[in-house]
């Protein structure tokens, strides 16, 4: 018997998930979840998803779908809402999975007290939560994680995170914050909103951090230690960063390892640096990776008694996306490919080659490990611990940046438990 699966959340982003999560083999029922009726009614009246959805398994409203008998609820709701929806769905019972970030509030301790329950109580009930981290699942991700299992890396040296993201660039940011407070939820969060500005709590990029801290940190499997922030503020009263004290940050992080990590997060600066504006590069002593570039130097880890003179040549190798992609299982690739070209005969589909997309390629790769992950109930690969992680150095950043750079210790909660 499969797995039961039910989609909290149905909007631009979770609406793009749903004919992955719907396809994958290890599914075999579906329900759908959304306080906007509309929403739900686009999905369950749909011929593509009868297959595996049952009449009755429409829910609006978390409570409805947490009574129902299901084995996880992937949701992709506002970010705001992530942290305390996951927990009320653990405590029901059931596995879960979550958009990015763990919680995006203006006010930093209380997301480090939702990191803190959300890593408790998936310890406790024994359910598993997986973060949606997209970068995580980039091919540069994948293929730099093979290289450090390799120990290809030699020790861990410098690395750099990034997401810059202009708030008028393609997805435009103003009309993301205006779709997301449309409806009962995002009503309901401008008034909780109000309350954070009357108080005097701002909120920052870094609020936002885990396209850019998981790519270093997933490589290294190493942890923050301490951070030095500054940033930016807007001068030019946007009211887009009316609840932001920067629209644009900046952090230098002493890692666990003893590498040093620089992570950028900026809203209001034209373009980007380099070739893609959500991406990480790593160093080490024995081979560095940037740019879709796999540089090594070929000195022996052991220099025993080498004659430093005569080492070979450093090389450099530009890698394609293919080679970077670890390929998924034959079957579930073919599953997704159906999926993704719907209307097309399997037998022409049998001649074509699997393309990963949605950033980066990434989505097949989070259904597919969250997927696995339920029906084996084994920790996923971006669990509690993980995601906790890459939100900490967010939050500690942002603190360090309202305090001019003040150097402060980044919280941990170790790693998963095995
Ligand atoms: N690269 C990435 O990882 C990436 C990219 C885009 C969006 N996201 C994340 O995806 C999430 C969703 O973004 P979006 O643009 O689709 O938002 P959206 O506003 O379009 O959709 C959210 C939906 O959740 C529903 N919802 C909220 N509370 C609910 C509840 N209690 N019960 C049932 N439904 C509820 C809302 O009604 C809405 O339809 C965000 O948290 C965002 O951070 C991540």
């Known amino acids: 018997m499969g797995i039961s699966l039910g989609l909290v959340g149905l909007g631009s982003f979770g609406g793009a998930f749903a004919p992955l999560f719907h396809s994958h083999p290890l599914v075999d029922r579906i329900a759908f979840c959304d306080l906007e009726p509309e929403r739900v009614r686009k999905f369950s009246e749909d011929p593509f998803y009868q297959s595996?959805?049952?009449?009755?398994?429409?829910?609006?409203?978390?409570?409805?779908?947490?009574?129902?008998?299901?084995?996880?609820?992937?949701?992709?709701?506002?970010?705001?809402?992530?942290?305390?929806?996951?927990?009320?769905?653990?405590?029901?019972?059931m596995h879960v999975y979550s958009a990015v970030p763990i919680s995006s509030v203006p006010d930093g301790d209380e997301i480090l007290g939702w990191c803190d329950r959300i890593v408790e109580t998936s310890r406790r009930t024994g359910r598993q939560y997986m973060l949606g981290e997209t970068?995580?699942?980039?091919?540069?991700?994948q293929f730099c994680r093979r290289m450090a299992a390799e120990d290809a890396f030699g020790d861990f040296v410098y690395a750099e995170g990034e997401y810059f993201h202009d708030v008028d660039a393609g997805c435009n940011l103003r009309q993301v914050s205006r779709s997301r407070s449309m409806g009962a939820?995002?009503?309901?969060?401008?008034?909780?909103?109000?309350?954070?500005?009357?108080?005097?709590?701002?909120?920052?990029?870094?609020?936002?951090?885990?396209?850019?801290?998981?790519g270093p940190v997933c490589v290294m499997n190493a942890h923050a230690l301490k951070v030095t922030a500054y940033g930016w503020r807007n001068r030019t009263s946007d009211p887009h960063f009316a609840s932001y004290s920067h629209s644009n940050e900046f952090a230098l992080f002493?890692?666990?390892?003893?590498?040093?990590?620089?992570?950028a997060e900026t809203r209001e600066a034209a373009g980007r640096m380099g070739k893609d504006s959500e991406t990480f590069r790593v160093m080490g002593t024995l081979g560095t990776f940037s740019e879709d570039v796999w540089h090594t130097a070929t000195r022996p880890a052991d220099l025993g008694n080498i004659q430093y003179d005569n080492l070979p040549k450093p090389t450099s190798r530009t890698l394609t996306r293919g080679e970077m992609f670890t390929p998924l299982p034959p079957e579930v690739e073919f599953a997704f490919m159906k999926a993704m070209h719907r209307g097309v005969d399997e037998a022409e589909l049998q001649n074509r080659d699997f393309n990963p997309t949605g950033h980066g390629g990434s989505h097949p790769y989070l259904v597919h490990e969250f997927c696995e992950a339920v029906a084996e109930n084994r920790t996923p690969a971006i669990n509690a611990w993980e995601a906790a992680?890459?939100?900490?150095?967010?939050?500690?950043?942002?603190?360090s940046a309202q305090r001019d750079g003040e150097r402060l210790n980044v919280p941990d909660w170790g790693d998963a438990p095995q």
């Open 52 to 93: 595996k959805f049952h009449k009755g398994d429409e829910y609006l409203s978390l409570d409805e779908i947490c009574g129902a008998k299901l084995d996880a609820l992937v949701m992709i709701t506002q970010p705001w809402l992530h942290a305390p929806q996951c927990i009320q769905a653990m405590e029901a019972g």
């Open 135 to 141: 970068t995580y699942y980039h091919p540069q991700a």
């Open 389 to 399: 992680r890459y939100m900490a150095m967010g939050v500690m950043a942002h603190k």
């Open 254 to 263: 002493q890692m666990s390892n003893g590498a040093t990590v620089r992570i």
């Open 185 to 214: 939820a995002g009503q309901e969060w401008k008034v909780n909103s109000a309350q954070y500005r009357e108080r005097g709590v701002l909120t920052g990029p870094m609020h936002y951090p885990t396209h850019s801290t998981s």
